[in-house]
């Protein structure tokens, strides 16, 4: 199309530009040459390169036509110099036929691809190395297909040898097998996880003996392992924890058990601590001392009840527990007198108590005992009585020796009853209880003549109702002389209450009278109130007058004693036959004895007469 005419004559012409005819088309001549290659072996013969496709034209391939050509080896195996041959069409709608194609090969190389692998390795108890086994393997990165054999052989080791669950594991030394195995390279290592148990090991200990506490508490002294591998000794050990005995009680040989133990140490991680072994150990006996107390009793007492103290029970433990209690013995009894005796404590029996006695001492005090003077009494002139006591009672067969005394003195009156002579053995405290000698004046006094006065001394009290008695019968007058005349007294006159008085008894009959007096508790000194002119007065003493009235003394101010009548005989008061000092103010009896006196050594009972020139008190000793 597009052709134009031209010449003079085109114009003749109508031409439509269009012309037919024939040609030849020759392929146009390309050369495919394979390049340079390496690769990694992949199980197949394709390079991965791009054939060079070159042509002596301006250009290789023409306008919309594609080239598809590849390079191969010549197959898969790994090698060097291997034959790369092109190979391919172009697309050019005509089935490649426009194209005259020349392939020319190169060599190549395929290397070998890269295996790794992993293993299974067993479980294992710990075992201070780092071998594992190696239970399976597999390849990884065998292409699909491929005669590849992974062998059965390597070894493998953990990471370290201490026990923990999914630890490393390594292994080398592992060699492949098969068709295709020189088409891979493979370091024989591989690499998996597995467990390191701890080793179960068990324990042992001992245990101190002991002396019996009242608990099961064992003390450990040792503890050591068994089952710990060599080259851990030292770095794991058995540490804490506490022991008990089986039975609390004295026994030898006991089962202990312990509790609560554990491992330490650098490798006690890599142990299991099963079982500690028990022991055993003994309890011995504690020692118990039994110290009998001290007691002490009276002599002639029941020995007390013997007690004892313990030193030594443990924990809350008493006497209570002994199987066995502590008897005691002596050698005192009722009747051992007074000294110190051994307490002697045996026979306690217990299993957990190693027993030992310490003697009390048993002190036998003397034993107290009272003597109580009877009071007893007797008439003027009489002998004394049997001196009487009661007492408590006696032990055995004990008596007293000795016998009761009393004051000397045969005057009116009271006298003390002493203990005198009387005395027990050392085994008794003696408390003496005084009594009273009361010597009465109840004297027969003779009666010369029938209705006669007979003058009589009060040298005591006389009675409430004094009492006469008359053993002939006769009748009985009691007169005192007062203020002149002789008068009738009452019951407690002056002159029979003071010890003083004298006064007179006058009777119908010859014979003998008695009077009864009262026992003086005053003191042993009285007052008597002499009245101016005569009174008559008495002395209970056979001893001189002035020994008796020494304590009336003249003053300068007060008339004192001028005249004192002594009559010689008991009927009669007389004007004749006494002595007599002269009717003055300044005659002293302790300056003048009376000395001249017919009857100077006085009657116990005399009665005689002192005039006073004016009342005066005075003090007469009893």
Same mark, same amino acid.
């Given at each position: 199309t597009g052709i134009i005419l031209g010449g003079v004559d085109a114009g003749n012409y109508d031409f439509d530009g269009t012309g037919t005819g024939t040609a030849t088309i020759n392929p146009r001549s390309i050369t495919v040459t394979a390049v340079a290659s390496t690769k990694v072996y992949n199980g197949t013969t394709d390079s991965g390169g791009v054939p060079i496709i070159t042509s002596s034209l301006s250009s290789d391939i023409v306008g919309d036509d594609v080239a598809d050509f590849i390079q191969t080896y010549d197959n898969k195996n790994v090698g060097t110099l291997k034959t790369l041959t092109p190979s391919g069409t172009v697309n050019d709608g005509n089935s490649g036929n426009n194209y005259n194609v020349t392939l020319v090969p190169l060599t190549g190389e395929i290397t070998q691809a890269s295996l790794t692998a992993t293993i299974t390795?067993?479980?294992?108890?710990y075992d201070g190395t780092t071998s594992a086994t190696i239970t399976g393997r597999t390849l990884v990165g065998v292409i699909l297909g491929d005669d590849v054999i992974v062998n059965e052989d390597g070894t493998a080791t953990f990471a370290d040898a201490n026990a923990d669950i999914g630890k490393a594991v390594s292994a080398t030394g592992i060699t492949i097998t098969g068709a295709d195995a020189p088409?891979?390279?493979?370091?024989?290592?591989?690499?998996?996880?597995a467990d390191i148990t701890p080793l179960e090991i068990t324990g042992s200990f001992t245990a101190d003996n002991k002396s019996y506490d009242g608990n099961a508490v064992a003390t450990i002294l040792t503890q050591s392992l068994n089952g710990v591998l060599s080259g851990d000794?030292?770095?794991?050990?058995?540490?804490?924890? =506490?022991?008990?005995?089986?039975?609390?009680?004295?026994?030898?040989?006991?089962?202990?058990?312990?509790?609560?133990?554990?491992l330490d140490g650098s490798a006690a991680g890599n142990y299991t601590l099963t079982n500690?072994?028990?022991?055993?150990?003994?309890? =011995?006996?504690?020692?118990?001392?039994?110290?009998?107390?001290?007691?002490?009793?009276?002599?002639?007492?029941?020995n007390p009840t013997f007690t004892a103290s313990y030193n030594g029970f443990v924990e809350v433990e008493d006497v209570g527990v002994l199987d066995t209690p502590v008897s005691f013995s002596t050698d005192a009894d009722e009747t051992s007198p007074v000294d110190?005796?051994?307490?002697?404590?045996?026979?306690?029996?217990?299993?957990?108590?190693?027993? =030992?006695?310490?003697?009390g001492i048993l002190t036998i005090t003397a034993a107290p005992l009272t003597v109580t003077a009877d009071n007893q009494s007797k008439n003027f002139g009489d002998a004394d009585p049997v001196l009487t006591y009661t007492n408590d009672s006696l032990v055995g067969s004990d008596v007293f020796t000795g016998s009761l005394a009393r004051d000397a003195g045969e005057n009116v009156g009271t006298y003390a009853i002493t203990q005198g002579t009387l005395v027990l053995n050392s085994n008794y405290l003696l408390t003496f209880v005084p009594a009273l000698f009361t010597l009465n004046f109840n004297v027969p006094i003779a009666l010369t003549e029938a209705g006669k006065w007979t003058l009589v001394s009060a040298p005591t009290l006389l009675s409430e109702t004094p009492t006469i008695t008359d053993d002939e019968n006769?009748?009985?007058?009691?007169?005192?002389?007062?203020?002149?005349?002789? #008068?009738?007294?009452?019951?407690?006159?002056?002159?029979? #209450?003071?010890p003083l008085s004298a006064f007179y008894i006058k009777t119908t009959s010859t014979g003998k009278i008695g009077l009864k007096f009262a026992t003086i508790s005053s003191p042993t000194q009285a007052s008597k109130q002499l009245s101016a002119g005569w009174n008559l007065v008495g002395t209970n003493n056979a001893g001189t007058a002035q020994n008796e009235f020494s304590s009336i003394q003249n003053t300068a101010q007060t008339a004192g004693m001028v005249t004192l009548f002594v009559p010689d005989t008991y009927n009669s008061r007389k004007d004749t036959g006494y002595s007599s000092w002269g009717e003055n103010a300044n005659h002293d009896l302790n300056a003048n004895p009376i000395t001249v006196l017919p009857n100077n050594n006085l009657s116990a009972y005399d009665g005689y007469w002192i005039f006073m020139n004016s009342a005066l008190a005075f003090i007469k000793n009893l």
């Amino acid at each position: 199309t597009g052709i134009i005419l031209g010449g003079v004559d085109a114009g003749n012409y109508d031409f439509d530009g269009t012309g037919t005819g024939t040609a030849t088309i020759n392929p146009r001549s390309i050369t495919v040459t394979a390049v340079a290659s390496t690769k990694v072996y992949n199980g197949t013969t394709d390079s991965g390169g791009v054939p060079i496709i070159t042509s002596s034209l301006s250009s290789d391939i023409v306008g919309d036509d594609v080239a598809d050509f590849i390079q191969t080896y010549d197959n898969k195996n790994v090698g060097t110099l291997k034959t790369l041959t092109p190979s391919g069409t172009v697309n050019d709608g005509n089935s490649g036929n426009n194209y005259n194609v020349t392939l020319v090969p190169l060599t190549g190389e395929i290397t070998q691809a890269s295996l790794t692998a992993t293993i299974t390795a067993s479980n294992k108890v710990y075992d201070g190395t780092t071998s594992a086994t190696i239970t399976g393997r597999t390849l990884v990165g065998v292409i699909l297909g491929d005669d590849v054999i992974v062998n059965e052989d390597g070894t493998a080791t953990f990471a370290d040898a201490n026990a923990d669950i999914g630890k490393a594991v390594s292994a080398t030394g592992i060699t492949i097998t098969g068709a295709d195995a020189p088409n891979y390279s493979y370091d024989g290592t591989a690499t998996g996880t597995a467990d390191i148990t701890p080793l179960e090991i068990t324990g042992s200990f001992t245990a101190d003996n002991k002396s019996y506490d009242g608990n099961a508490v064992a003390t450990i002294l040792t503890q050591s392992l068994n089952g710990v591998l060599s080259g851990d000794e030292g770095n794991v050990v058995l540490i804490g924890g =506490t022991a008990d005995f089986a039975d609390a009680n004295v026994a030898d040989g006991i089962t202990v058990a312990a509790l609560g133990m554990a491992l330490d140490g650098s490798a006690a991680g890599n142990y299991t601590l099963t079982n500690v072994d028990t022991t055993i150990a003994n309890i =011995t006996k504690a020692p118990l001392t039994v110290t009998a107390d001290n007691q002490s009793k009276v002599y002639g007492a029941s020995n007390p009840t013997f007690t004892a103290s313990y030193n030594g029970f443990v924990e809350v433990e008493d006497v209570g527990v002994l199987d066995t209690p502590v008897s005691f013995s002596t050698d005192a009894d009722e009747t051992s007198p007074v000294d110190s005796y051994a307490i002697s404590a045996s026979g306690a029996l217990d299993n957990n108590y190693e027993i =030992t006695y310490v003697p009390g001492i048993l002190t036998i005090t003397a034993a107290p005992l009272t003597v109580t003077a009877d009071n007893q009494s007797k008439n003027f002139g009489d002998a004394d009585p049997v001196l009487t006591y009661t007492n408590d009672s006696l032990v055995g067969s004990d008596v007293f020796t000795g016998s009761l005394a009393r004051d000397a003195g045969e005057n009116v009156g009271t006298y003390a009853i002493t203990q005198g002579t009387l005395v027990l053995n050392s085994n008794y405290l003696l408390t003496f209880v005084p009594a009273l000698f009361t010597l009465n004046f109840n004297v027969p006094i003779a009666l010369t003549e029938a209705g006669k006065w007979t003058l009589v001394s009060a040298p005591t009290l006389l009675s409430e109702t004094p009492t006469i008695t008359d053993d002939e019968n006769g009748v009985i007058a009691l007169l005192v002389y007062r203020n002149g005349a002789f #008068v009738v007294p009452s019951a407690g006159d002056d002159e029979l #209450v003071n010890p003083l008085s004298a006064f007179y008894i006058k009777t119908t009959s010859t014979g003998k009278i008695g009077l009864k007096f009262a026992t003086i508790s005053s003191p042993t000194q009285a007052s008597k109130q002499l009245s101016a002119g005569w009174n008559l007065v008495g002395t209970n003493n056979a001893g001189t007058a002035q020994n008796e009235f020494s304590s009336i003394q003249n003053t300068a101010q007060t008339a004192g004693m001028v005249t004192l009548f002594v009559p010689d005989t008991y009927n009669s008061r007389k004007d004749t036959g006494y002595s007599s000092w002269g009717e003055n103010a300044n005659h002293d009896l302790n300056a003048n004895p009376i000395t001249v006196l017919p009857n100077n050594n006085l009657s116990a009972y005399d009665g005689y007469w002192i005039f006073m020139n004016s009342a005066l008190a005075f003090i007469k000793n009893l």
